[in-house]
């Protein structure tokens, strides 16, 4: 069975002092706000037109801002990469909190090495971290502490949620902040997972930029409050 959930609707203040839609925003209602904003002489651009989304919100106050939230029933959300980081759990529960089943056999595993950020062939599945096990044409990830090396079990994850959780365990943090940049940088492949990569992307209002060179993923923007939460997070 395939799940997925709609982010909720709302509106979010980002680094720079604008506002972006974010969510699901029903056709009529995009309309009826947007129509509202421009009406108070705010400025609503297209950040990101190939995508159907991205709407900026600029030129308006707070004030005026919070009547067309409450007209509507919207949530605003100030400062909300720091809001966002703010409210995340930190790695240590998300990882205690997964599903355990029985760690499969396999004729090798492939080892991920917090070291070097590169995966590494083994023939047994005996220390703590990531594994990545092939079924026919895909793979399955599968994250060990101690307690799962004890008890042969695992937790099967994503890859970037068990390379943050690997890293972890290792004491190696896949992570770091450029405060001039202000931008939040983790090897390619190690993407922030889930509401982590939420809470940076809610810096500029964009995706992360790649960059080949270093093989590293970029966050832009990201203010220093929301840097510092988010690493204390994921490193406790």
Known sequence: ??????????????SDGTW???????????????????????????????????????????QDLATVAEQFDLDLVPHASQSIAMALPILSSVG????????????????????????IELETAVLTGLYRVSHSFSSRYYYRNAQDVADETASIVTMQLGKHL????????LIAYDPVESS????????????YGRAAVMGDGDLPEIRR??????????????AAAIIGKLTS
């Open 1 to 14: 069975m395939t799940q997925w959930e709609a982010a909720a609707t709302c509106i979010g203040e980002l």
């Open 20 to 62: 972006l839609l974010t969510g699901y925003w029903a056709k009529q209602l995009d309309c009826d706000v947007i129509g509202a904003l421009e009406d108070l002489g705010a400025t609503v651009t297209t950040k990101a037109p190939q995508r159907q989304g991205l709407r900026i919100i600029a030129g308006i106050s707070d």
């Open 96 to 119: 205690a909190g997964l599903n355990r089943r029985d760690m499969p056999f396999a004729s090798r595993y492939e080892y991920f090495d917090t070291r070097s950020a590169t995966w």
């Open 166 to 173: 690997a890293a972890l365990e290792a004491k190696r943090p």
């Open 184 to 195: 939040l940088s983790v090897p390619l492949g190690a993407e922030l997972p889930g509401m």
């Open 213 to 226: 060179s270093d093989r590293s993923v970029n966050y832009l923007n990201v203010p220093p409050a929301a």
